[in-house]
């Protein structure tokens, strides 16, 4: 069977067998963490603790301060040491809540089982959801519970889980197919109620056999649960590619998954939803795939949030050859960080750190107009056009070739045999035009 | 140990693939017929060939250097233009004929428009053209192949104004392996196929550019000729179509971005030449085909925009 894909996208190197098959662990208890009160998308928590608080592990710590938002909680049991900016994920620096452990990793009395999904409404199942923290986790980091409450206006039929894991080597959310399954399911049984809808897609690249098998027969007893097998390419896990792939539906420009009637959730998020419900535990752990050629053991680590990387990678031998990079997510879409002062933050898939050798900037040469650029491009714009038309400043021209379409995939960058950083550009155009956007409305 | 992190916009990781290895592609691909004219050929061909590329990288280098620009000569883009021109030239033709022609095309066609990529038209056709508006008796006296060469005509003079082929005219299995007149490289149409097939497997073109070209190319000969086979046959494999159509209709510059727009670039190359051949004063028509579809690229380019993902116009 021809695997289900979308058109446009690249093959780069996977890189996934250094940590495919390697089970996950889980990592040594940190002494202290620092919790950002800002890992989603929308607005900043709100801190609720003093310092000087004794706190325990699944006790809140910081209140949403709206509706797009999400609270945190303590990931460890100890006592809360400052409130103050540390070095940010998302580049600058980000007010976070530093916790002493106190090594003992006392539960919250808070964190009691919430029941089964037959007992609970959806109404219940989405403020479950809110209250746990639960964001996006493959990297969006987008409140669940928002994707969760669509408009009234918007039908929502279809339900897809992502599952594709794209991005070159990542290994967590395959790691969760085979060690998870069953929670995923859960998880996905439960978002399911909560929005009403009937049928799902697990979407999985056809480089996770076993994932694919063991999602099979996870969800071998419900009907309206179909595994899809997508063809491996770069970005398959793109939501919008995802859902061509799986329902042959475009997402309209500038429009959202709901509006073709689809929510999209991550693997991850879904077997969050599964503990939170059985256990009460909200999101304060999760599984980081550790790679990249400059760390000594790489490793599948189940992490607490708020642990500084430095530790993380201490834990997989620490570093080897001289460090280039260290990227937070996937070598395509990922942040490089400055420091390795950063913590790990719940959307954090994996920590990538590439030798100086990888990480060298190339020499860019001129446009030979090849065309790789054009035909490679999951949105199907001209990247090589909207580029030029960035660095020169012309941002009309940029909005005429639909420089907001761009997903940022780097598929362009990628694929550049003059090694243009066309997506750079591109995003620059993107942020220029929404900004003039916003000032107009 | 972290001192020197690298912070930079994503991706972090990227192909292979460089400008350079895409021009070295090239040149392998036209070895097969550069061989080819050398054992036609002989020590002629070898004469024209090195000049042509020697005078194309030097002008390349020495124009740069003039201009205080950085030197490209590295990328190998002089080579391949070099090469092709050498290989669209008689190997009648004096040593000056490479030189001056190598020069129009680095400096005038392809520097002076702002180098790779910016050039509008294909450098060593234009070069082509021109010297052919300059100097037509040396640049259409052709020879047959041999050490003794002795002058000869083009396989589609024989048929110029014909629907069939003239008993004299050349065997099409002669064309075919390229023991005929005609331009150096130009006349072995399989070993140019293999050139294009290699290009084609590495991804360096399109298959569909060639294959629309050619196939147009043959459906006129099919309706000119009454369905004759051969006659079809006889103009696909003679004169500069293959060339043309592997190596100069693909040429990335000259050519729209878009696969829609180099169809549609192939098809109007198709077209024009074959109204040229059996139309038009002259026996060949791919060079100024491809220079007149060169010039529409802008315009073909400009309506077959793609449709962006997820519907049309963004301007909501």
């Known amino acids: 069977m021809k695997h289900l894909t979308f058109r446009g996208g690249i093959h780069p190197p996977y890189s996934k067998e250094l940590t495919a098959h390697l089970e996950t662990e889980k990592a040594n208890d940190p002494s202290s963490v620092a919790i950002p009160i800002s890992q989603h998308i929308g607005a900043p928590c709100n801190p609720i603790v003093k310092v000087g608080d004794r706190v325990l592990v699944g006790e809140k710590i910081g209140e949403a301060s709206g509706f797009v938002s999400s609270p945190i909680h303590a990931s460890v049991s100890g006592t809360v040491k400052a409130i103050k900016d540390v070095p940010s994920v998302m580049s600058g620096e980000v007010l976070s809540i530093i916790i002493e452990s106190d090594g003992k990793n006392e539960i919250h009395p808070s964190v009691i089982s919430n029941g089964e999904i037959e007992t609970l409404s959806s109404k219940e199942i989405i403020e479950i959801i809110k209250e746990a923290g639960i964001v996006g986790m493959g990297g969006a980091t987008f409140p669940t519970h928002v994707k969760l409450s669509p408009p009234p206006d918007k039908k929502i039929n279809t339900f897809i889980l992502n599952g594709a894991e794209c991005e070159p080597y990542l290994t967590d959310d395959h790691r969760l197919m085979l060690e998870e399954p069953d929670d995923i399911v859960y998880g996905l049984r439960a978002m399911m109620k909560a929005i009403n809808v009937e049928k799902a897609f697990i979407g999985i690249e056809d480089n996770k056999k076993d994932a694919i098998e063991a999602m099979i027969k996870a969800t071998a007893e419900y009907d309206n649960i179909k595994v899809v097998t997508c063809e491996t390419k770069y970005p398959q896990g793109s939501e919008k590619q995802l859902i061509y792939a799986c329902v042959k539906k475009e997402v309209p420009s500038g429009k959202l998954p709901m509006d073709v009637g689809v929510v999209v959730n991550n693997v991850g998020t879904a077997a969050q939803v599964a503990k939170t419900i059985k256990t009460g535990m909200p999101l304060i752990e999760r599984i980081t795939t550790i790679s990249g050629s400059a760390v000594k053991t790489p490793r599948n680590l189940l992490l607490k949030i708020g642990v500084p990387i430095k530790e993380v990678i201490e834990q997989c031998g620490g570093y080897i050859d001289d460090v280039g990079k260290i990227i937070m997510g996937g070598p395509m879409m990922g942040l490089a960080q400055h420091t390795d002062e950063v913590v790990i933050t719940k959307g954090s898939s994996g920590i990538v750190v590439l030798n100086t050798k990888e990480a060298k900037a190339q020499q860019e040469s001129q446009c030979i107009r090849c065309g790789t650029c054009v035909e490679q491009c999951p949105s199907f714009i001209e990247p090589l056009h909207i580029s030029l038309y960035s660095r020169y400043n012309a941002m009309d021209l940029a909005e005429e070739y639909s420089a907001v379409d761009c997903i940022e995939c780097g598929t362009c960058s990628f694929g550049c045999p003059a090694k243009i950083p066309l997506l750079q550009a591109i995003r620059v155009a993107k942020q220029h035009i929404i900004a003039k956007r916003r000032k107009q409305n | ?316």
């Not at chain 2, 072995?188 to 097939?197: F, K, Q, R, T």
């Not at chain 2, 038009?280 to 085909?289: H, I, L």
């Not at chain 2, 491809?290 to 073909?300: E, F, K, Q, Y």
């Open chain 2, 1 to 316: 140990m972290l001192e020197k992190l690298t912070v930079s916009s994503t991706p972090h990781i990227l192909s292979k693939n460089t400008t350079y290895k895409i021009m070295m592609h090239v040149v392998i691909a036209l070895l097969p017929a550069t061989l080819g004219a050398l054992y036609f050929f002989r020590l002629q061909a070898a004469m024209i060939i090195f000049l042509s590329i020697a005078t194309a990288v030097s002008a390349e280098w020495g124009i740069q250097k003039i201009r205080k620009q950085p030197t490209t000569i590295n990328d190998m883009s002089a080579v391949v233009t070099g090469l092709l021109l050498g290989l669209n030239l008689s190997a009648s033709v004096p040593w000056w004929i490479p030189v001056i022609g190598s020069a129009f095309a680095i400096i005038v066609v392809k520097q002076i428009f702002g180098g790779i990529g910016q050039n509008f038209m294909n450098p060593a056709l234009a070069a082509r053209i021109m010297l052919t508006i300059s100097w037509t008796g040396r640049m259409t006296s052709w020879v047959s192949p041999g050490v003794d060469a002795v002058s000869t005509a083009t396989p589609l003079s024989y048929v110029k104004g014909l629907n069939i082929i003239p008993e004299d005219a050349p065997r099409i299995l002669d064309m075919f392996l390229g023991n005929i007149g005609g331009s150096l490289g130009e006349t072995s149409a399989l070993l140019l196929i293999i050139g294009g097939l290699f290009l084609v497997f590495k991804g360096v073109i399109s298959y569909k550019i060639p294959l629309v070209f050619i196939s147009t190319v043959a459906g006129f000969a099919l309706l000119y000729g009454a369905f004759d086979l051969s006659f079809m046959l006889y103009h696909i494999f003679s004169g500069g179509l293959m060339i043309g159509a592997i190596f100069m209709a693909t040429d990335y510059s000259s050519t729209p971005i878009t696969m829609k727009g180099r169809i549609i670039f192939a098809l109007g190359c198709g077209v024009i030449t074959s109204l040229i051949r059996l139309y038009g004063a002259f026996p060949e028509g791919v060079g100024f085909s491809i220079l007149l579809m060169n010039l529409s690229a802008p315009l073909i380019e400009k309506y077959t925009r793609p449709r962006v993902f997820g519907g049309g116009k963004q301007n909501a």
